[in-house]
Protein backbone atom coordinates (compact mmCIF):
# COMPACT_ATOMS: atom_id res chain seq x y z
CA UNK A 1 0.00 0.00 0.00
CA UNK A 2 1.31 3.66 -0.50
CA UNK A 3 0.35 6.05 2.01
CA UNK A 4 -1.63 9.01 -0.13
CA UNK A 5 -0.18 12.73 1.45
CA UNK A 6 -2.56 15.70 2.06
CA UNK A 7 -2.04 18.35 -0.13
CA UNK A 8 -2.38 21.01 2.25
CA UNK A 9 -0.13 19.69 5.03
CA UNK A 10 2.14 17.59 3.38
CA UNK A 11 1.14 14.48 6.26
CA UNK A 12 1.13 11.15 4.68
CA UNK A 13 -2.12 9.82 4.96
CA UNK A 14 -1.58 6.15 5.87
CA UNK A 15 -5.51 5.42 6.03
CA UNK A 16 -6.63 6.46 2.57
CA UNK A 17 -10.34 6.03 3.62
CA UNK A 18 -11.19 9.38 3.18
CA UNK A 19 -11.30 9.66 -0.97
CA UNK A 20 -14.34 9.36 -3.48
CA UNK A 21 -13.63 5.56 -4.61
CA UNK A 22 -13.40 3.04 -2.38
CA UNK A 23 -10.19 1.63 -1.93
CA UNK A 24 -9.10 -1.92 -1.00
CA UNK A 25 -6.14 -1.93 1.28
CA UNK A 26 -3.44 -4.64 2.52
CA UNK A 27 -3.21 -4.96 6.37
CA UNK A 28 -0.26 -3.20 7.11
CA UNK A 29 -0.03 -4.52 10.28
CA UNK A 30 -1.00 -7.56 12.24
CA UNK A 31 -4.53 -8.08 14.15
CA UNK A 32 -3.13 -10.76 17.14
CA UNK A 33 0.26 -9.29 18.12
CA UNK A 34 0.87 -11.91 21.01
CA UNK A 35 2.04 -15.65 20.18
CA UNK A 36 -0.59 -18.14 18.75
CA UNK A 37 0.01 -20.19 21.66
CA UNK A 38 0.20 -17.71 24.21
CA UNK A 39 -1.65 -18.84 27.53
CA UNK A 40 -5.17 -16.92 27.82
CA UNK A 41 -9.02 -17.59 27.32
CA UNK A 42 -9.12 -17.16 23.60
CA UNK A 43 -8.14 -20.49 22.12
CA UNK A 44 -5.31 -20.62 19.09
CA UNK A 45 -7.38 -21.38 16.59
CA UNK A 46 -9.48 -18.43 17.42
CA UNK A 47 -6.69 -16.09 17.61
CA UNK A 48 -6.00 -17.51 14.03
CA UNK A 49 -9.39 -16.97 12.94
CA UNK A 50 -9.35 -13.19 14.45
CA UNK A 51 -5.87 -12.73 12.48
CA UNK A 52 -8.09 -13.99 9.40
CA UNK A 53 -11.27 -12.19 9.75
CA UNK A 54 -10.46 -9.19 12.53
CA UNK A 55 -13.39 -9.78 14.48
CA UNK A 56 -14.11 -12.46 17.16
CA UNK A 57 -17.57 -13.68 18.06
CA UNK A 58 -17.70 -15.08 21.62
CA UNK A 59 -21.37 -16.12 22.75
CA UNK A 60 -22.41 -15.00 26.45
CA UNK A 61 -19.37 -13.52 27.68
CA UNK A 62 -21.75 -11.70 29.46
CA UNK A 63 -24.32 -13.19 31.54
CA UNK A 64 -28.09 -12.09 30.82
CA UNK A 65 -28.30 -10.46 34.43
CA UNK A 66 -24.97 -8.52 33.75
CA UNK A 67 -26.64 -7.01 30.96
CA UNK A 68 -29.44 -5.98 32.79
CA UNK A 69 -27.14 -4.43 35.04
CA UNK A 70 -25.24 -2.51 32.46
CA UNK A 71 -28.60 -1.18 30.87
CA UNK A 72 -29.67 -0.11 33.61
CA UNK A 73 -26.79 1.93 34.58
CA UNK A 74 -27.16 3.51 30.77
CA UNK A 75 -30.46 4.65 31.62
CA UNK A 76 -29.11 6.41 34.74
CA UNK A 77 -26.71 8.31 33.50
CA UNK A 78 -28.59 9.54 30.41
CA UNK A 79 -30.98 10.56 32.33
CA UNK A 80 -28.70 11.89 35.10
CA UNK A 81 -28.99 16.06 35.31
CA UNK A 82 -25.26 16.12 36.66
CA UNK A 83 -23.96 13.71 33.94
CA UNK A 84 -26.17 15.70 31.22
CA UNK A 85 -24.38 18.81 32.56
CA UNK A 86 -20.84 17.66 32.98
CA UNK A 87 -18.51 18.48 29.79
CA UNK A 88 -18.11 14.93 28.86
CA UNK A 89 -21.34 14.37 27.87
CA UNK A 90 -22.53 15.58 24.05
CA UNK A 91 -26.43 16.93 23.85
CA UNK A 92 -28.11 17.23 21.15
CA UNK A 93 -29.20 21.27 20.78
CA UNK A 94 -33.24 20.57 19.91
CA UNK A 95 -34.14 17.41 22.23
CA UNK A 96 -31.65 17.87 25.19
CA UNK A 97 -31.37 14.51 24.85
CA UNK A 98 -27.67 12.82 25.98
CA UNK A 99 -26.08 11.98 22.39
CA UNK A 100 -22.80 10.46 24.00
CA UNK A 101 -20.70 10.62 27.26
CA UNK A 102 -16.80 10.18 27.63
CA UNK A 103 -14.72 8.83 29.86
CA UNK A 104 -18.07 6.50 30.83
CA UNK A 105 -15.35 4.71 33.22
CA UNK A 106 -14.35 6.90 35.04
CA UNK A 107 -18.08 8.48 35.76
CA UNK A 108 -19.51 5.14 36.41
CA UNK A 109 -18.28 2.52 38.86
CA UNK A 110 -20.48 0.02 36.89
CA UNK A 111 -18.26 0.38 33.92
CA UNK A 112 -15.40 0.90 35.69
CA UNK A 113 -15.69 -2.97 36.73
CA UNK A 114 -16.67 -4.10 33.21
CA UNK A 115 -13.33 -2.71 31.74
CA UNK A 116 -11.28 -4.22 34.32
CA UNK A 117 -13.12 -7.44 34.12
CA UNK A 118 -10.44 -10.26 33.53
CA UNK A 119 -13.21 -11.86 30.80
CA UNK A 120 -12.05 -8.71 28.82
CA UNK A 121 -9.11 -7.62 30.23
CA UNK A 122 -7.33 -11.46 29.82
CA UNK A 123 -8.59 -11.35 26.31
CA UNK A 124 -7.14 -7.83 25.03
CA UNK A 125 -3.72 -8.71 26.82
CA UNK A 126 -3.61 -12.27 25.06
CA UNK A 127 -4.43 -10.72 21.24
CA UNK A 128 -2.26 -7.86 21.90
CA UNK A 129 0.91 -9.35 23.51
CA UNK A 130 0.73 -6.71 25.95
CA UNK A 131 -0.57 -5.22 28.89
CA UNK A 132 -3.74 -3.33 28.60
CA UNK A 133 -5.26 0.26 29.30
CA UNK A 134 -8.24 1.75 28.36
CA UNK A 135 -7.73 4.47 25.44
CA UNK A 136 -11.44 6.02 25.38
CA UNK A 137 -14.52 4.86 26.41
CA UNK A 138 -17.90 6.23 26.07
CA UNK A 139 -21.67 5.63 25.51
CA UNK A 140 -23.03 6.79 22.67
CA UNK A 141 -27.09 6.83 22.53
CA UNK A 142 -28.23 6.23 19.02
CA UNK A 143 -32.13 6.69 18.45
CA UNK A 144 -33.38 3.29 16.74
CA UNK A 145 -30.70 1.28 18.21
CA UNK A 146 -30.49 2.61 21.80
CA UNK A 147 -27.43 2.91 24.12
CA UNK A 148 -24.17 1.32 23.13
CA UNK A 149 -21.25 1.30 25.06
CA UNK A 150 -17.75 1.77 22.96
CA UNK A 151 -14.15 2.00 24.38
CA UNK A 152 -13.18 3.09 20.75
CA UNK A 153 -13.84 4.40 17.39
CA UNK A 154 -12.50 2.95 13.93
CA UNK A 155 -11.45 6.42 12.86
CA UNK A 156 -7.99 7.94 11.73
CA UNK A 157 -6.47 11.35 11.90
CA UNK A 158 -4.26 12.32 9.01
CA UNK A 159 -0.27 12.71 10.55
CA UNK A 160 -1.22 9.57 12.65
CA UNK A 161 1.80 6.82 12.67
CA UNK A 162 0.36 3.08 12.94
CA UNK A 163 2.25 2.68 15.62
CA UNK A 164 1.30 5.61 17.39
CA UNK A 165 -0.66 4.01 20.41
CA UNK A 166 0.84 0.13 20.78
CA UNK A 167 -1.33 -0.27 23.60
CA UNK A 168 -4.65 0.19 22.00
CA UNK A 169 -6.54 -2.67 19.87
CA UNK A 170 -8.28 0.44 17.35
CA UNK A 171 -4.80 1.64 16.49
CA UNK A 172 -3.93 -1.88 16.03
CA UNK A 173 -7.21 -2.72 14.10
CA UNK A 174 -8.06 0.22 12.19
CA UNK A 175 -5.22 -0.77 9.20
CA UNK A 176 -7.46 -3.63 7.90
Known amino acids: MTATTDTTTGIPDLYPSRGTAEVL ?3 QDPVVWGAPDAPGPV ?17 ELITDDEVAVYRNELNRLVNDEDIRADERSIVEPKSQEIRSVFEVHKISEVFARLVRDERVVGRARQILGSDVYVHQSRINVKPGFGPVVSTGTRTSRRG ?7 GCARCRSRSR
Open 43 to 59: APADLLSFERDGFLAID
Open 25 to 27: TPR
Open 160 to 166: TPRTACR
